[in-house]
Nanobody
C-alpha cells in the first residue's frame, strides 16, 4: 500500500503560480507512475498530468499544456505539479495518484492509490 499526501494548494490570483507536492510513503518501490487529477464542484474528476517514474516521460492534459509541468524527485519519493498562468477555471481540488501497474497512465482506473486532495482556488 502506498500513502500519498498532497500539499501546496491555496488561494492565488489569476495569472499567478502554485507548486503542488505529493509525498509518497509505504510500499513505493514498485510504483511506476504518478499523476494529478482535479475535481471542481459539480464536475467529474479529470486528468491533469502524469509521469513515468522509470523513464521520466510526462503526459499533460490539453488544458495543462504550456502552463503546467509535472516532475519527480526519486530520492524523496515526491512528485510536483508546477502550475503557472493560473485561471479561475483551474479552481478545483487536486488529487495525487500512484500506480504500480503501468508506466503510462491517464485514466483513474489505472491508479491504485490516492491522496486526500488539496484545494486550489484562483480568483479573477
Amino acid at each position: 500500500q502506498v500513502q500519498l499526501v498532497e500539499s501546496g494548494g491555496g488561494l492565488v490570483q489569476a495569472g499567478g503560480s502554485l507548486r503542488l507536492s505529493c509525498a509518497a510513503s509505504g510500499r513505493t518501490a514498485s510504483t511506476s507512475a504518478m499523476g494529478w487529477f482535479r475535481q471542481a464542484p459539480g464536475n467529474e474528476r479529470q486528468f491533469v498530468a502524469s509521469i513515468d517514474l522509470v523513464g521520466s516521460a510526462t503526459i499533460l492534459a490539453h488544458t495543462a499544456r504550456g502552463r503546467f509541468t509535472i516532475s519527480g524527485d526519486d530520492a524523496k519519493n515526491t512528485v510536483f505539479l508546477q502550475m503557472n498562468m493560473l485561471k479561475p477555471e483551474d479552481t478545483a481540488i487536486y488529487y495525487c495518484a500512484a500506480t504500480s501497474r503501468t508506466r503510462v497512465a491517464t485514466l483513474q482506473s489505472e491508479f491504485d492509490s490516492w491522496g486526500q486532495g488539496t484545494q486550489v482556488t484562483v480568483s479573477s
